[in-house]
């Protein structure tokens, strides 16, 4: 990966009248590249195999599964905010602006290759344009107590351009000579052009009571969302709609009790039409694409705090609860988990068939890779500086997090994970020099199951390839010296 970054925030307080007009902007242009095993074992996976050389398929290298891939991509973002607020300090205070970006991810030509099922096709330009009016105020009641309003309306235009391209463009005469039924002129992919736009008004409304200087009150109502877009035109699903979330929260930011902060909120949120991959087997290949499941429910807890036990020595946690169900929903490997190869019309899912779409309801379930349980605490001590201007520390730390599902069928768990990371070191106003180890009881549970299809196995009865799981190990105990300099 190679970025470069530039980000500019300008703010002009007018003529000092305490009105201040700001501006904030950023471009990001990121280069990236990366190669992985599909197959995800030491086997390696082939579509057409032995029956390759009679496949008529154009600039075919059947020695080569496309299962094994390297690919790179250009990603260039612009964002520009404009804001002007009034002077503060008053019952009234407003702010009001706007805001566009752009982000375009340009896949490159650069590692296309031949495989058994012929030259790699190169993916679909995909650009995302957003624009963006908002503003708010905040009303004073009296010293303590506040409400802030706030409206924003955003358009968000996606637009997938495909890159369909001549063999002979990127691939030399020779090397396409040596592949069978060699074709210079074939044209790898198709010609399509897809724009959707996405309107939304998202509000907030917080109001915040701070009693005292130790104690602050909130609850807060807000809308958010996540732009959908495009599939492969060939996936069982070829557009996604937009995700939205309602959330509903009150909360408490203090320092009682003697803590040097003690925090507690309580959440709803509402996530309707939430997206999840899956995966299509289209002639030559196997794809992911991204679905709205439906609508899930989430509500929850998140504790915090810190606690100074001498003038040394300072401890701290974090716990969250999360109770998350999926109340709306259907989803077609349940269908055909459940009721096999009836809920099928030939090889493709179909939940209009008798008792299908009822089988395939997912109400109830957990979403994946969501955790119940999640919590963390440490300890740090900080010594007193030394006669050559170090000063010691040592810190543990060991986080916890609950067990949770793979995908929305709830039928893999994986299990809960405790690690445990230390550091010893020395520092002064310019070095810090820190002893490590990180996990260093060698927790080893997975960090996360990864759904494929098994080519090689054997059709299951409904006459599906079976999944498979390829599995994220945890990194193993490790330690190690890291040396840091200021200036």
Known sequence: REAERFIADVNWNIAGSGYVLSYLGGMNDVYEASGYDQSYDERDFFLIGAGCPFVPIANRLCGRSPFNDTSSSNRETQTHELRLSSPGGGFLTWNIGVYSANDELTPSPEFLEATEVGLDTL????EVQTRAIFGGIDLAFSDTLTLALELRYQEDEVTSTNQPYTASTYFAPAYLATLRSSNPNAVVGTTLTRTTQFDNTLPRATLTWEPSSDLTLYAQYAQGNSPGGFNDPAAPVTTFEEETLTNYEIGAKTRLFGFDYLNASLFWNTYED????????????????????????????????????????????????????????????????????????????????????????????????????????????????????????????????????????NNITIPSSTRLDVQLGVQNDNLRLAFWGRNITDDDTPQGVLRYVDFPAALTPSGDRPRAFAVTAAPGASYGITLSARF
């Open 274 to 409: 939430q997206v999840l991959t899956n995966t299509f087997q289209a002639l030559t290949v196997v794809q992911s694409y991204r679905a709205n499941i439906g609508e899930s429910e989430l509500r929850g807890l998140e504790l915090e705090g810190a606690y100074s036990l001498t003038d040394n020595l300072s401890a701290r946690f974090t716990y969250s609860y999360l109770d998350a169900e999926i109340t709306e929903g259907v989803d077609g490997d349940q269908a055909v988990l459940l009721n096999g190869a009836a809920c099928k019309t030939g090889t493709a899912i179909n939940l209009d068939r008798p008792g299908c779409r009822s089988a395939g309801s997912i109400v109830g379930k957990r979403p994946p890779l969501v955790s119940e349980h999640l919590a963390s605490a440490g300890i740090r001590w900080d010594g007193d500086a030394l006669e050559s201007g170090w000063t010691p520390f040592a810190a543990a730390d060991v986080s916890y997090r609950g067990e949770f599902f793979e995908q929305v069928h």
């Open 123 to 126: 993916g679909a330009v995909n």
